[in-house]
């Protein structure tokens, strides 16, 4: 059995050579819980999606109209979508839970706090909030993939503090288009 200690470094020098194999390949390592995850997820939801489509392919969901086409398709059905909804009167959704819900049940750093990014990142990619082993390896690898260049984070900074979160956010994912792996493949 292996010392803690010895764990430590087999998993920094494990962690290193996914780190070099991501930088040589392009490819992206996902955390063992999140990979299991999602391939048990995606096996799942291909079956019923196939089967759905087998039952319900023809079936007609709805009238369109042109007014209703220029008015942005409010309220109409336009696609198939799980991980988000956003409805003109209960407000958004994720993966089927109202944000009070969220709230509530997704994962904490303090008690009674408010939700982790990552928790709610892993519910919209699972469908499922994660326990504490998922949570905690998945937080470790978003911190390990989310170093910023000295000029992405001056220029986040410099954002004015009234910017809507949201504009601060699409600016932000932006500015570190350069170092994009999907502009190196293209």
């Not at 892993?122 to 910023?148: A, V």
């Not at 809507?164 to 493949?185: D, I, N, Y």
Request: glycine share 10%.
């Amino acid at each position: 059995m292996l010392t803690r200690g010895a764990q430590v470094i087999r998993q920094k020098v494990s962690t290193t050579r996914e780190s070099n194999h991501c930088l040589q390949t392009g490819s992206r390592g996902f955390t063992a819980a999140l990979k299991q995850k999602m391939e048990e997820v995606i096996a799942v939801r291909q079956v019923e999606v196939k089967e759905f489509n087998k039952e319900h392919g023809k079936t007609v969901i709805g009238d369109v109209t042109v007014g209703a086409v220029i008015g942005g398709m409010r309220g109409l059905p336009g696609m198939l979508y799980e991980t988000s909804k956003l409805h003109h009167i209960d407000g958004i959704e994720y993966r089927g839970y109202d944000l009070f819900k969220v709230r509530e049940l997704a994962p904490k750093t303090v008690p009674g706090g408010q939700p982790i990014p990552e928790g709610v990142l892993w519910l919209l990619l699972t469908g499922s909030f994660p326990n504490e082993k998922e949570i905690g390896e998945f937080k470790e690898d978003m911190f390990r993939r989310g170093q910023l260049t000295a000029d992405e984070e001056k220029l986040i900074k410099s954002f004015p503090k009234t910017m809507h979160p949201m504009t601060q956010f699409s600016a932000g994912v932006l500015a570190c288009q350069p170092r994009s792996k999907f502009v190196e493949a293209y």
